[in-house]
């Protein structure tokens, strides 16, 4: 009598599986923790789910959490890389030849060269800065040190103030009343700590 073969069955481990959010329901959840987190004032982690907003998901408000990210990234301490990666992707989205595009590359050029200078990624935010000005000076077609110190000089962009706030208005125009945090108290307690100063 010839035997069959046996025949093993695994053991099917029973395991607790974490539900899977969709994508809508994972984009509500990272809002409400936004909104719980910008209560408290806890900027880094609030900023760390407006760039998970901005670069995961794909639907229409991620213009809305990109700018919400920078403007965040611009009133706190956050490193300059995180700022400069913000603004890379700003750039991207509106194009080198959009209005803000020059104030845009001397805004993160400035912070790359003077926020966090002790920062491991330092190097990379100035190199970033300086492609986004390699990018938009070819789109324009300016040409060399002259060419370049005149651009500079046409567009103030060796004015802080005046393209900082350029860029401002600029991330508040994309966001308009739809803010998700509270910006407000960001700024209130940004100048009460001025004032204090």
Known sequence: MSQSPTRIIPIQQETEETPTLSPAE????????????????????????????????????IYSALAQRIWVGLKTDAPAIEVVQGLFHLLNTLGPRHELA????ALAHLIAKHRTPDHPDRDLAIG??????????????????????????ANQLDQPDFYTS??????E???????????????????????AS
């Open 128 to 153: 970033q800065s300086q492609q986004m000005f390699s990018v938009v000076c070819d789109t324009l077609n300016v040409i060399g040190d002259d060419a370049f110190r005149i651009w500079v000089a």
């Open 102 to 105: 020059p104030d845009i590359c």
């Open 166 to 171: 350029k860029v401002l208005k600029g991330l």
């Open 26 to 61: 994972e984009w509500n959840e990272d809002r409400k923790n936004l909104d719980r987190l910008s209560r408290a004032g806890e900027w880094s982690e609030a900023l760390k789910i407006l760039k998970r907003l901005s670069t995961k998901h794909k639907n229409h408000q």
């Open 173 to 195: 125009i994309m966001v308009g009343d739809a803010w998700w945090i509270d910006h407000e108290a960001l700024q209130r307690g940004l100048e009460n700590s001025q004032t």
